[in-house]
């Protein structure tokens, strides 16, 4: 592959080729053509010139390759390829473009070359969305104007031309395997799970794609990381930025945000400053209490004041798809988790509620083992519904777990249906997939809108 040398190639704009047109795709395209570039843009899928989603691209100047990849594209002289990051590198037309030594790069690289204002970001198997989101907030909350983006859902190429005091990435595995020289001023690694191994390939390799957050960082830099998890803080020494920690296990750590005696408190050498009680904590759920120590340590790190901080975990209610309360129909509420895509984090959703449990869950077949959710599911699941590629793995966990009342359903709409007549007062019907939607739904977004349409109509 050949070096990476954004310096030059922005100061003398050539070729480059665009990768997928999806929303990242499509934002890059728009986003390197504005800036003088000539880009082509290709895409396997046999897309509508005239759709709203990509036609303004025609009006840049972009040139548009739709229903295939030509192998005309792989012997141009590109100066790189942008690659949207949900399409795997083992993808055929991808292994060509490296076979034939193109620079691949996903859209937070490119941003980078451009942006100029500090970058905090934050990545891990779960809990991404929220603790990107409370970090927006506690900056709002501290007086700066973040910009808030990435795999959270607004492009970051969108945003980089767009007035804010610095940017709050949510960065994937899928982004960060495509970055050369991006650099964070701020980074925090929440957890390590056995997710997207598909892609990947291995445990391993996807771990060390979420370890590049850390690769450009200096001395001025600062890492956050999990200190509960030997995979997370068994590395710290090997960091060239400076580490803070966070824990629910007291402050083993000389500087970072840990429980102790029942609060959240921030450590700096022997100085503690207490944040909250833990019970003044707005979110449930242990997951919940660990991103909020995340984001406050690493808002803490861009500036935000400890009052700020406070205030935000004592209101934050959630994100959108992350154990979001929807309503209450004939005494059962409805909780949509459309944003749990593995197991585990499916494993944090179902620990949320003692008993009583109707749980909707199922998707794409990725090859990952159900069973560690056996201990969660016993006791608290009372009943199943589900759907998609694993739902035959999944009904044969819950008989393990001691669930025999489960039903298999065709649409999100015959689940909800479904679950509706299987739950008491007093239950909660809990879509939770445990696995990622693209066997059946465009996103886990639309999933979780589907969900909450249902249950609206109930």
Request: charged share 20%; proline share 6%; glycine share 10%.
């Amino acid at each position: 592959m050949n070096r990476v040398t954004p310096d030059t190639w922005l100061d003398s704009p050539g070729e480059a080729l665009v990768v997928g047109l999806g929303k990242s795709g499509t934002a890059v395209a728009s986003f390197l053509a504005r800036r003088g570039f000539r880009v082509t843009a290709t895409d396997e899928r046999g897309l509508d010139p005239s759709d709203p989603a990509i036609a303004p691209l025609a009006a840049l100047g972009v040139d548009l390759v739709l229903g295939g990849h030509p192998e005309t594209l792989v012997g141009h002289p590109w100066q790189f390829v942008a690659k949207s990051p949900g399409i795997p590198y083992h993808q055929p037309f991808i292994a060509e473009l490296i076979k034939a030594a193109h620079v691949i790069v996903t859209d937070v690289e490119i941003a980078s070359w451009f942006e100029r204002r500090p970058i905090y970001a934050i990545t891990g198997s779960n809990g991404k969305t929220t603790t990107t989101t409370l970090v927006g907030e506690m900056l709002k909350a501290s007086g700066y104007h973040p910009m808030v983006a990435g795999n959270i859902g607004t492009p970051v190429c969108d945003v980089v031309d767009q007035p804010g005091d610095l940017l709050v990435l949510e960065v994937s595995s899928f982004q960060l395997d495509g970055t050369h020289t991006f650099h964070p001023r701020g980074g925090a690694l929440l957890n390590f799970y056995p997710a997207h191994l598909d892609y990947h390939g291995t445990y391993e390799a996807y771990q060390q794609a979420k370890w590049k957050l850390f690769a450009n960082q200096t001395p001025d830099d600062v890492a956050i990381l999990n200190w509960d998890q030997a995979l997370v803080r068994d590395r710290a020494g090997e960091l060239a930025a400076r580490v803070r920690g966070f824990s629910l296990e007291g402050a083993p750590f000389d500087e970072g945000v840990g429980v102790i005696d029942g609060a959240l408190v921030a450590v700096r050498g022997r100085e503690r400053t207490p944040i909250l009680p833990v019970d003044q904590v707005a979110l449930p759920g242990r997951h919940n209490l660990q991103n909020a120590a995340a984001a406050a340590a690493l808002a803490l790190a861009a500036g935000a004041s400890v009052e700020a901080v406070a205030r935000v975990l004592a209101t934050f209610q959630g994100v959108e798809h992350r154990l979001e309360f929807v309503r209450e129909v004939s005494g059962v509420r409805y909780y949509n988790d459309s944003k749990a895509t593995n197991p585990d984090a499916a494993r944090q959703a179902l620990r949320s509620f003692e008993r009583g449990v109707v749980w909707i869950a199922g998707g794409l077949d990725r090859g990952i083992s159900f069973d560690p959710l056996l201990p969660d599911i016993s006791g608290r699941v009372r009943a199943a519904v589900l759907l998609g590629e694993t739902k035959e793995k999944l009904r044969e966990v819950l008989a393990r777990a001691g669930v025999s009342t489960c039903a298999f359903a065709a649409s999100m709409e015959e689940a909800v249906r479904e679950a509706s007549r299987m739950a008491e007062p007093g239950d909660v019907v809990l879509l939770s997939p445990a696995c990622a939607s693209w066997d059946m739904f465009p996103s886990y977004e639309v999933r979780g809108s589907m969900f909450k349409e249902a249950v609206h109509r109930l």
